[in-house]
């Protein structure tokens, strides 16, 4: 069964740096999402993307993030100058269609990025 | 936008006990509700889900139920066995078309005895 594969599993950085991580969406899929889960907490939406642009976007996705989908297989999220507070697992997802009446987001494994 | 409570936090229930996890929603506008489960160090997996427009799902040992007029729904588990242990997430998502996010609850951790 085809699944939402991420990369790196896990990504440590200094604060300011700035982070890409990385996603391969199923390939037939043509919505795809990023939410963030802090230690401990609950799944966050940030993001969706739809047709090479954003869809809908959560109060957490602010001006250090952004996303791209640089060619047919990728999506990526990248925050321009990490903080501590960015510290957290961040879930890539992507569904068939938009609409879940009729369709079901599938979760990839997570990159787990810690900021020092 | 949506508001997705979940209770209780944590439910410890002997092996082959029922468990319930039951959760709130705040817009009538709702649609979708999924369950996940995710396992310690790994993605969530989607374990069932229901549309509005019914009230009861069952799939072997796990059912949702749908209360729209009280906005509640709820993840059945019966004669669970240790490999349901786990963090299980509720979510709702909020008609009006495009690709929207999901709004989750804050979870709940099974713990399921021997």
């Known amino acids: 069964e085809p699944e939402v594969t991420q990369t790196p599993s896990h990504q440590v950085t200094q604060m300011g740096q700035e982070v890409i991580l990385r996603c391969v969406p199923i390939?037939?899929?043509?919505?795809f999402y990023w939410y963030r889960q802090i230690l401990g907490q609950k799944v966050e939406f940030l993001v969706s993307?739809?047709?090479?642009?954003?869809?809908?976007k959560s109060e957490i996705f602010d001006d250090q993030f952004s996303v791209e989908r640089p060619d047919g297989s990728n999506f990526t999220l990248k925050i321009r100058s990490t903080k501590l507070e960015d510290s957290a697992m961040y879930f890539c997802?992507?569904?068939?269609?938009?609409?879940?009446?009729?369709?079901?987001?599938?979760f990839g494994p997570g990159t787990r990025l810690t900021v020092l | 936008g949506e508001n997705v409570e979940q209770h209780p936090s944590t439910l410890s229930v002997q092996e082959g006990d029922s468990a319930v996890i039951k959760c709130t929603y705040s817009?009538?506008?709702?649609?979708?509700f999924p369950w996940y489960k995710q396992e310690l160090g790994k993605r969530p997996q989607l374990i069932i889900d229901?549309?509005?427009?019914?009230g009861e799902k069952k799939d072997q040992r796990i059912a949702v139920t749908l209360n729209k007029t009280a906005k509640h729904f709820s993840l059945h588990i019966t004669e669970t066995q240790p490999e349901d242990s786990a963090v299980y997430f509720c979510?709702?998502?909020?008609?009006?078309?495009?690709?929207?996010?999901?709004?989750f609850g804050k979870g709940t951790h099974l713990i399921i005895q021997p």
């Open positions: 979510a709702a998502f909020l008609s009006g078309g495009g690709a929207d996010g999901l709004t």
């Open positions: 997802a992507s569904s068939l269609t938009g609409v879940p009446l009729t369709d079901t987001q599938y």
């Open positions: 229901i549309r509005s427009n019914v």
């Open positions: 817009d009538s506008a709702s649609n979708y």
């Open positions: 993307f739809y047709n090479n642009e954003i869809s809908e």
């Open positions: 390939s037939n899929h043509l919505y």
